[in-house]
């Protein structure tokens, strides 16, 4: 997913939250955000919303050691490794953005999915001990030509109900025209690139970037 707003601030303003300043996390925009990335997450505490810093994959109760960066939000509630973050630990994670990926002639091309507006998206997540993973759901229309999956997704509503209640009600496809698709550059597909080239059309090559 990327998150490439410029100042943790300025995403804190968005969702009306605070954050600790002091706090060791060293946000920077981000344009390849991959599992095992620390990245900020909404979540109440005392009544007021709070910006923290989590691990993207939660640790599952079996055997596996593989990170659990997604789950089902039909079935989390019975699961072992969310049963209990679904009654008591639920947020949100702040995107601008995700990536699926489509398969071509040329390979795997990426594809991000974004607001028009460019505004936050509201993923609903769970989270314990520092950890979170995202909530999926049957994809919209235009997700189900990529994938058949797609990020449970919230509006600002939706997202204050899930904050407050265990609730599967809000956890749907996103509505038609929320998001658009775009290609962009196949350097996402290597976790080692996480700059503003990322989101660039396919088959462009580097470009000098000016600063706002």
């Known amino acids: 997913m990327t998150l490439t707003k410029r100042e943790l601030q300025e995403i804190a303003e968005e969702l009306g939250a605070i954050f600790d300043p002091e706090s060791p996390f060293n946000y920077r925009p981000r344009y390849n955000v991959a599992p095992t990335d620390v990245h900020p997450i909404l979540r109440v505490e005392g009544g007021q919303r709070r910006l923290e ?123 038609e025209g929320m998001l658009e698709a775009r290609p962009v550059s196949t350097r996402v597909n290597s976790v080692k690139n996480d700059d503003p080239e990322c989101l660039a059309p396919p088959g462009e090559g580097p470009r000098q970037l000016t600063l706002a």
């Open 53 to 175: 810093p989590a691990r993207w994959g939660m640790l599952g109760t079996g055997k596996s050691k593989a990170p659990l960066i997604n789950a089902r939000a039909a079935t989390a509630p019975q699961k072992a490794a969310f049963r209990e973050a679904f009654a008591r630990s639920r947020c949100v994670v702040p995107a601008d953005g995700f990536f699926e990926w489509k398969d071509t002639l040329e390979g795997r091309q990426p594809i991000w999915f974004h607001r028009p507006d460019g505004k936050l998206l509201l993923m609903a997540g769970l989270c314990w001990a520092g950890r979170f993973t995202v909530l999926t759901t049957e994809p919209n229309k235009l997700l189900a030509e990529v994938h058949d999956r797609m990020p449970a997704l919230l509006t600002e509503p939706e997202a204050a109900r899930w904050l407050a209640t265990p609730t599967q009600e809000v956890l749907h496809p996103a509505a």
